[in-house]
């Protein structure tokens, strides 16, 4: 008794913290809401697991890994260049200036676009949920240590940051009710919309179908309503993927699994064949991470800065566009 008792009390705690996050609403048109899928005890709990702290992480490492290519894309249906960027994780501009469109064109059947979604795979951690919040990323590390899979996301808006660190997925839920915090019921207010209280499963309900809550308070994994506000910064807190990708990784991650979320716009990968890549994504949180002198020496504590053209990795630093470049000196 005294076991469950207690685990209705951390429930208490924790869930009214997940009711201060989550979901911004991408456009004044789309509805606020936010979540709280309440789970039924039927067993005497466990305790949650300790994930490895954030502390002890690797520190920031040169990565073997890249996700993604260069290739054309044609879409099956009339798309917008928005869910475009959203489903294969490559800004809309960089998309709408590669095929002379506007970033917001809806692309018809047939046309073919070039697309270059490729991203440095980071390795702070080996095994488990990775979430890269500025390159808004999220990278599946298999029992191995094998890179299983990567999605883009959505994560926090720069004046409600996702919070880094280490954490353990606690809670799996579909169709999960969202229960609107306080704070988003006032921002509701604030701006005019209808304010809601309550949410049930359904095309209306922002935390889509599929819901994994984290040990960091406030702060889940989830689905959308609204599949083109994916690969941004406009959630509150939350980790936000289209419903296909979503689907998929809740079928692969199980309960307890561990997982860290890190802030790294800069990033960089040597291949087996000698290249050098880097990265460079938006300073969203102004965290004073992309100047020349920071990428400097990260370069240098990684052994590269020989290897580096440098002209070429400070357009990278300029451009700050998101996708990986090739800047191996040339010989």
Same mark, same amino acid.
């Given at each position: ?23 911004? #609403?991408?456009?004044? @048109?789309? !509805? %606020? /809401?936010?979540?709280? *899928? ?8 466990? $305790? ?97 240590? #094998?890179?299983?899979? @990567?999605? !883009? %996301? /959505?994560?926090?808006? *720069? ?8 954490? $353990? ?163």
């Amino acid at each position: 008794m005294t076991a469950v008792v207690a685990f209705l009390l951390m429930l208490f705690l924790l869930i009214p913290g997940c009711q201060k996050s989550c979901n911004l #609403s991408p456009s004044p @048109s789309q !509805p %606020v /809401a936010s979540e709280a *899928p309440t789970p039924t005890l039927t067993t005497t709990p466990t $305790a949650t697991p300790t994930p490895l702290p954030y502390a002890m992480r690797n520190a920031q490492c040169l990565s073997k890994i890249i996700v993604g290519k260069q290739f054309d894309y044609s879409p099956e249906e009339k798309e917008e260049v928005h869910l475009i960027s959203a489903k294969l994780g490559v800004d809309s501009q960089l998309i709408a200036e590669a095929n002379h469109l506007s970033r917001f064109s809806t692309v018809n059947p047939g046309r073919s676009l070039h697309i270059d979604n490729q991203h440095i795979a980071p390795c702070d951690i080996t095994k488990g949920i990775l979430v890269n919040l500025p390159q808004r990323m999220l990278f599946h590390y298999g029992e191995d240590g #094998s890179l299983e899979e @990567s999605y !883009p %996301v /959505a994560v926090g808006k *720069p004046e409600w940051e996702t919070p880094i660190g280490s954490f $353990a997925v606690i809670t799996k839920h579909k169709n999960p009710v969202w229960v609107v915090p306080k704070d988003i019921q006032e921002e509701m207010e604030d701006e005019g919309k209808e304010v809601k209280t309550r949410v049930e499963p359904g095309p209306d309900n922002p935390l889509g179908n599929y819901w994994m809550g984290l040990s960091i308070p406030g702060i889940g994994i989830h689905a959308t309503n609204v599949p083109a506000s994916v690969y941004s910064y406009r959630t509150h807190g939350c980790v936000r993927l289209t419903p296909d990708n979503v689907k998929e990784l809740f079928g692969h991650v199980s309960k307890n699994e561990f997982g860290m979320i890190v802030y790294e716009p800069v990033l960089f990968a040597k291949l087996d064949d000698g290249r050098v890549f880097m990265e460079v994504d938006r300073d969203i949180y102004e965290k004073d991470l992309t100047d020349m002198d920071h990428v400097k020496q990260l370069a240098d504590s990684m052994k590269l800065s020989d290897m580096i053209d440098w002209d070429g990795a400070a357009d990278v630093v300029d451009d700050h566009d998101g996708i990986a470049h090739d800047v191996t000196a040339k010989k």
